[in-house]
């Protein structure tokens, strides 16, 4: 059963774009749908994490939103940050899932039991996922992702229903 979702940021969580204003401020589009989603895993006792190379307040604006406490910006090497998290905390391969879009999330994405990706996630993502979601980054993908962790499982009912109240 999956207990802890590691999520990547640009092109997953986002659509991959990087916008300024004209004071050189960074903004991302984030996915409504995609908080749902993460509302949803959170409810199932998934805990969890975005890892991403960059750094970014809107990265950890978003992330205060949907109250995700292990935020993990400029990580370099994923597989080498996220094998040290999941022995620090005891998370095993088959308890790990991995949401990402491009060749710096492969390495991560081996460590884990269950991979997901958007649609427009790299070819090579794509033939290493064990789930391609039908949304493109920035568009519901982690959503679709927890959709089917939860469905999987047979955890989807009951998070619905207890964080939404709606009865399924």
Do not use: H
Not at 57 to 85: C, P
Request: proline share 1%; with cysteine.
């Amino acid at each position: 059963m999956i207990r802890l979702l590691v999520l990547d940021v640009d092109g997953t969580m986002t659509d991959g774009g990087v916008y300024y204003d004209a004071t050189g401020n960074e903004m991302k589009k984030f996915a409504i749908k995609d908080g749902a989603g993460l509302v949803l895993a959170r409810t199932a006792g998934i805990r969890v994490m975005i890892c991403t190379g960059r750094q970014s307040e809107a990265v950890r604006r978003r992330a205060a939103d949907l109250k995700i406490t292990d935020v993990y910006q400029n990580v370099g090497q994923k597989a080498v940050f996220l094998q040290a998290f999941m022995a620090e905390n005891g998370y095993t391969r088959a308890q790990t899932a991995y949401c990402g879009d491009d060749l710096n999330d492969l390495a991560a994405m081996a460590l884990c039991g269950f991979v997901a990706c958007p649609a427009d996630a790299a070819e090579e993502v794509k033939a290493r996922a064990d789930y391609i979601c039908p949304q493109r980054g920035g568009e519901g993908a982690v959503r679709g992702a927890v959709e089917k962790i939860l469905r999987s499982d047979g955890r989807w009912k009951a998070a619905v229903e207890k964080a939404f109240g709606a009865a399924l």
